[in-house]
Nanobody
Framework: QVQLVESGGGLVQAGGSLRLSCAAS????????MGWFRQAPGKEREFVAR????????YSDDSVKGRFTISRDNAKNTGYLQMNSLKPEDTAIYYC??????????????????WGQGTQVTVSS
């Protein structure tokens, strides 16, 4: 099992920045990738970005490209989501997730075996 704990959410004005962290513990050696998802009020949870744990290969949704950066620190077993130029439409609960090696689309929530509890990000206009 892998346990994931997010932190770093909060209230920020439009144009501001936040950095989310996701601390992983347990069988972290089994992780192939860590991803970030978000769920806005009244909407379905959607993919934001993901990073492969060993190689550090990244992929982001078009809606956040150029504004959000995903990274990880293997020594600390922690992943990060740096969010710049935040917009009110970025308001959501942000979840980190991780999956073991498997075939499938990395943007698909069903790929992910482990989930954090979520952290609220609110962007005021």
């Amino acid at each position: 099992q892998v346990q994931l704990v997010e932190s770093g959410g909060g209230l920020v004005q439009a144009g501001g920045s936040l950095r989310l962290s996701c601390a992983a513990s347990g069988r972290t050696y089994s992780m192939y990738a860590m991803g970030w998802f978000r769920q806005a009020p009244g909407k379905e949870r959607e993919f934001v970005a993901r990073i492969t744990w060993r190689a550090g290969s990244t992929y982001s949704d078009d809606s956040v490209k150029g504004r959000f950066t995903i990274s990880r620190d293997n020594a600390k077993n922690t992943g990060y989501l740096q969010m710049n130029s935040l917009k009110p439409e970025d308001t959501a609960i942000y979840y980190c997730a991780a999956h073991t090696p498997r075939l499938g689309l990395t943007t698909d929530q069903a790929m992910y075996d482990y989930w954090g509890q979520g952290t609220q990000v609110t962007v005021s206009s």
